[in-house]
């Protein structure tokens, strides 16, 4: 719900309880609300912290840059770097 009404803060604040219970998504794809959040929010490290679990299926890895460089919001440089090096590299 948290993503659905962009309160990007919160799906940050969620992904980091499900992190810190041991949990994670069995279908990688359920990591796409949380890449989102963690760009939104300029958490560049925790962006390319979850890359390695995303990116080692490349469909998912294109789907990911996609939706994370049709992010309207500004973005920090940072991200940015981040987005094009663990998430788009090879897709331009």
């Not at 490349?58 to 840059?65: D, E, G, N, S």
């Amino acid at each position: 719900m948290a993503a659905q009404t962009g309160r990007w803060d919160e799906v940050v604040l969620l992904g980091e309880q499900a992190l810190d219970l041991g949990l994670s998504p069995e279908d990688r794809v359920e990591w796409m609300p949380f890449l989102k959040g963690y760009a939104i929010t300029g958490n560049a490290e925790r962006l390319e912290q979850t890359a390695k679990r995303v990116v080692g299926d490349k469909p998912l890895r294109v789907q990911a840059c996609e939706m994370l460089r049709a992010i309207q919001q500004p973005l920090d440089a940072d991200v940015r770097e981040v987005i094009d090096a663990s998430y788009c590299r090879g897709s331009n």
